[in-house]
């Protein structure tokens, strides 16, 4: 059995987990359910938790092989607020976390301390209270909708995107979709949660949607660029893990782009100190040089990259489990920032040909970590550094999809701008100091969030946007086009700004997101509304928050102080 192919977790879970796929591809070439989730990621399979939870049939389809997203096929550990292990999220968020860590309890051999550490970190990464392997968190995912895969209300078609789909007026009546293995099938439904990464539903459906950034004087926002810019649009990121062990050479095939990306100096503003391939980058809030150092023997001083997203901290478990630390890297090194590859004119062969070069970045870096880079030692290069194909799965053995921080966002009913949760912003707004200013309030909150205004270096050579935010809220709006009635935002495509994108789009606020989303169709599905007339009838509002707080959901955060 290939490795690829393994479902870590319970026998059981696994048995109906690929019996309800089995089912899936049984079906005939049109499949009718209550909802469709376009897109597996984070929001959707959270989508598809709340809309199964209330008994609805749900058909969920996913580009890749995996469920997850961010989780999994990004391999990026989550980002979170320094709030998360006691409120801050939605009670099957917490839940999920507790299961991953449940999971490494109940299936590795941790030795006794981390065992008994209620906040275990399995990989004691420094930018996550819990930094883990993608495969343990595509298990617990697997786990938490098996029950509902098992009694037929879920179908997941992986390896399945949307390529076309049926509107008529101010609805739509199905998506078609592809897949590898069961070619094209056509799904019905009066629901539609649009969940892929880019947003991919929405130009298909005729949702009226922006890309990149507004200017200064679309959205009022101080940190606005003064024209706007569709092509304004943030790195991706080609995600890989390495481990190392010394005196192994691991060294890999020199990259096909390694003469341009081994002497690529970023054109960015402000400047760049350099070569994107050194230890020295922008500090994301100062935008002064800043420097990092790398060593995997865990040997360096300051802030050492291997250990900053590390999946597995080998001293964590029995001697022989890891034979070192398991590094995630994504880093300032291979954001991908060049061309983007959504926006006005950017075809799916430029697309697929960027996404190629992203790959090639990070493995240009890898290659020059292990040959080239400065060790802390007065050498150069670990030729120990193994790349961990296992661990991303994916092409040329990265992760399996490239890190997407920046979709398509709808034209929302309405749209949180940084007048709403920027922290210099809300004090300007309201005169208030910072012990005080708080994020303004949404009579609509379906849910909760924190994190930092962060934009990463962008495709138009925008260099770092990194901005205090407050503890804010999802508003309902956010999830409604203006227009379109029966689908709704589940993820990082919702009404937002190019701004208030980068506090929006982690990890647990997706989840929040798309689960709000699964939980507004069952609710409208029972009432016979529509979400609109939800968010504009002040007894319906009530009553939905009310069973969202019944099912775990936070709507509002105590006054924390900002981050």
């Given amino acids: 059995m290939r490795r690829r192919d393994f479902i870590w977790g319970s026998s059981g879970a696994a048995a109906a987990w690929w019996a309800g796929l089995r089912a899936s591809a049984a079906e005939g070439r049109e499949i009718s ?33 995996w469920i997850g997203g961010q989780l999994t096929s990004q391999a990026v550990p989550p980002d979170e607020h320094p ?3 006691s409120h801050g999220c939605t009670a099957s968020y917490r839940r999920f976390r507790g299961l991953v860590r449940q999971f490494y309890r109940d299936h590795f051999p941790l030795l006794p301390g981390p065992r ?50 049926d509107a008529v007026a101010d609805r739509v009546r199905a998506v078609t979709v592809e897949g590898v293995e069961e070619g094209r099938r056509t799904l019905v439904a009066p629901w539609f949660i649009d969940a892929t990464e880019l947003g991919d539903l929405l130009p298909m459906v005729g949702i009226e949607h922006v890309v990149g950034a507004e200017s200064r004087s679309e959205t009022g926002e101080m940190h606005a660029p003064e024209k ?47 070569r994107l391939l050194s230890w020295e980058c922008s500090h994301p809030i100062t935008l002064k040089p800043r420097s990092f150092a790398f060593d995997p023997t865990g040997r360096a001083a300051g802030y050492n990259l291997f250990t ?16 070192s630390g398991i590094s995630l890297v994504n880093w300032p090194q291979n954001d991908y920032w060049l061309l983007p590859i959504i926006g006005p004119g950017v075809t799916a062969a430029q697309a697929s040909e960027r996404l190629r070069d992203a790959r090639q970045l990070s493995l240009c870096l890898l290659y020059w970590m292990q040959t080239e880079a400065p060790r802390p030692d007065g050498g150069t ?3 120990g550094l193994r790349l961990r194909e296992d661990v991303g799965d994916g092409p040329d053995g990265l992760a399996k999809a490239v890190y997407v921080r920046e979709a398509r966002r709808l034209l929302a009913e309405f749209t949180v701008t940084e007048r709403h949760v920027g922290e210099e912003s809300r004090m300007q707004e309201t005169g208030k100091g910072r012990e005080e200013v708080v994020a303004a309030d949404f009579q609509d909150s379906v849910g909760v969030g924190a994190y930092r205004i962060d934009l990463h270096p962008s495709t138009s050579g925008r260099n770092y946007v990194d901005l205090g935010s407050l503890p804010f809220q999802v508003p309902l709006g956010a999830l409604l086009p203006r227009r379109v009635e029966n689908v709704l935002a589940g993820g990082k495509n919702l009404g937002v700004t190019h701004i208030t994108n980068g506090c929006y789009r982690l990890h647990p606020v997706e989840w929040n ?32 928050q009310q069973r969202l707080r019944a ?13």
């Avoid at 469709?36 to 389809?61: D, E, H």
């Avoid at 481990?243 to 095939?253: C, F, M, P, S």
């Fill in 513 to 544: 997101i798309g689960e709000a989303a699964g939980a507004a169709v069952a609710f409208c599905k029972a009432r016979g509304v529509a979400p609109r007339a939800v968010r504009n009838r002040p007894p319906l509002l009530a009553e939905f």
């Fill in 33 to 65: 359910a209550d909802l469709v989730v376009v897109g597996g990621g984070v929001g959707g399979c959270a989508a598809a938790l709340a809309a199964c939870r209330a008994g609805l049939r749900v058909v969920m389809t996913e580009e890749t092989d």
């Fill in 116 to 165: 008994a550490e209620a906040r275990l970190n399995p990989g004691n990464g420094w930018v996550s209270r819990l930094c883990h392997e993608p495969r343990v968190a595509l298990a617990v995912l697997q786990q938490m909708l098996a029950p509902h895969v098992a009694s037929g209300r879920l179908r997941v078609l992986l390896r399945t995107r949307p390529i076309a789909a």
């Fill in 381 to 383: 290069g670990w030729k």
């Fill in 308 to 323: 900053y997203r590390r999946l597995a901290d080998a001293g964590q478990f029995a001697a022989g489990t890891y034979r």
């Fill in 228 to 274: 706007s810019d569709p092509m304004d649009q943030q790195a991706v990121t080609w995600c890989f893990a390495v481990d190392h062990a010394e005196g192994e050479d691991n060294v890999i095939a020199r990259p096909d782009r390694w003469s341009f990306w081994r002497d690529y100096v970023p054109a960015m503003t402000p400047p760049w100190p350099g």
């Fill in 551 to 563: 099912e775990g959901f936070e709507l509002e955060w105590p006054r924390t102080r900002p981050l």
């Fill in 83 to 85: 709030w998360i292990e």
